[in-house]
Nanobody, 117 residues
Framework: QVQLVESGGGLVQPGGSLRLSCTASGFTLGYHTIGWFRRAPGKEREGVSSINPTTGTTYYADSVKGRFTISRDNAKNTVYLQMKSLKTEDTAVYYC??????????WGQGTQVTVSS
C-alpha cells in the first residue's frame, strides 16, 4: 500500500522553527519528485517546495525562500521541510506529495502548522 505520512506540525511562536517529516511506505521515495504544498484557511493551495530526484534541484516559493529548506534521506525513505523564522502567515495545513515517473501523484494526510503568539 502506497502511503505518505507527515509529522512534525504544531504550534510555534513567530520567529520559531519546526521540522516537518514525510515518510513513504510501499514505494521508494528516491525515484520520485517530492515536495510540499500548504493550504491556509480561506486561501488557495500553495506550492511551498520541491526537490528533483535526479538532479537534486530544489524549488522554493518566494514566500519561503531563505527560511525553509527541503531535504531527503533516501535511506529512511523520508523527506523533510525545515522551517525557520516562521511567520503568522505560514499557518496552514502542510501536505507532502510524491510524483512518480508516470506522473502519478501520492499525497500525505497533512499536518497542521500554527504560528501564533
Amino acid at each position: 500500500q502506497v502511503q505518505l505520512v507527515e509529522s512534525g506540525g504544531g504550534l510555534v511562536q513567530p520567529g520559531g522553527s519546526l521540522r516537518l517529516s514525510c515518510t513513504a511506505s510501499g514505494f521508494t521515495l528516491g525515484y520520485h519528485t517530492i515536495g510540499w504544498f500548504r493550504r491556509a484557511p480561506g486561501k488557495e493551495r500553495e506550492g511551498v517546495s520541491s526537490i528533483n530526484p535526479t538532479t537534486g534541484t530544489t524549488y522554493y516559493a518566494d514566500s519561503v525562500k531563505g527560511r525553509f529548506t527541503i531535504s531527503r534521506d533516501n535511506a529512511k525513505n523520508t523527506v523533510y521541510l525545515q522551517m525557520k523564522s516562521l511567520k503568522t502567515e505560514d499557518t496552514a495545513v502542510y501536505y507532502c506529495y510524491a510524483v512518480n515517473s508516470r506522473g502519478s501523484t501520492s499525497w500525505g494526510q497533512g499536518t497542521q502548522v500554527t504560528v501564533s503568539s
